[in-house]
């Protein structure tokens, strides 16, 4: 859906590196989230936001950052990428009290 | 802890036959329970969702049943085709207002043989 962007789409970055993953949603959606997809773990849930301003923890959320300043964007920071974080990241969005989550087109990162 | 455990982690079935799916889920408070489906190099795609005062949903060929006691759901496809092979998710919410999440099962890659 052309509604949630992702950028970049690939990104190879080297260990040590700062990274950052942007999301960007047109549907002033409240919820927004960041998975993380590996072989043999499915999506798994790195970190989540109701609304600005406010984000919590998901499963898996070491060695991440994210920001909410405004509803639209919800940034995905690795301050210092590791090896084990060569994976790709799904953003998604839902609004409030409306369960489906729309999912963006991916961002696959490899850390060498 | 909150977690949703899916099987088989791969599925192989004849084209016209038949596939299950299963999940179980952790959290009891847990009521709307979609499935997704996500094709080679493409993005998770909703098929279709329950919630948890209803048992049973069906979509032409698909049909999602729910167990809350069990806390089990599962995904049935029927007369399946090959464009149905691809990796399919489960997922359960969990929290509510701003603790609100969507935690997703490990996969199910279901290959249909022609």
């Known amino acids: 859906d052309a509604g949630i962007t992702q950028s970049p789409r690939y990104k190879i970055t080297e260990t040590g590196r700062q990274v950052t993953l942007m999301c960007h949603q047109t549907?002033?959606?409240?919820?927004m989230f960041w998975y993380r997809q590996d072989l043999g773990h499915g999506l798994r849930l790195i970190y989540y936001?109701?609304?600005?301003?406010?984000?919590d923890k998901g499963e898996v959320p070491d060695g991440y950052v994210v920001s909410r300043s405004k509803t639209e964007n919800f940034p995905l920071t690795l301050e210092s990428a590791t090896r084990s974080q060569t994976s790709v990241y799904f953003c998604a969005s839902t609004a409030a009290g409306a369960n489906v989550l729309t999912f963006g087109a991916g961002s696959r990162l490899t850390v060498l | 802890g909150e977690n949703v455990e899916q099987h088989p982690s791969t599925l192989s079935v004849q084209e016209g036959d038949s596939a299950v799916i299963k999940c179980t889920y952790s959290?009891?408070?847990?009521?709307?329970f979609p499935w997704y489906k996500q094709e080679l190099g493409k993005r998770p795609q909703l098929i279709i969702d329950i919630r948890s005062n209803v048992g049973e949903k069906k979509d032409q060929r698909i049909a999602v049943t729910l167990n809350k006691t069990a806390k089990h759901f599962s995904l049935h496809i029927t007369e399946t085709q090959p464009e149905d092979s691809a990796v399919y998710f489960c997922?359960?919410?969990?929290?509510?207002?701003?603790?609100?999440?969507?935690?997703f099962g490990s996969g199910t890659r279901l290959l249909v043989r022609p």
């Open positions: 936001s109701a609304a600005a301003d406010i984000t």
């Open positions: 997922a359960a919410s969990m929290g509510r207002g701003s603790s609100y999440k969507l935690i």
């Open positions: 549907w002033s959606h409240s919820y």
């Open positions: 959290d009891s408070a847990s009521n709307y």
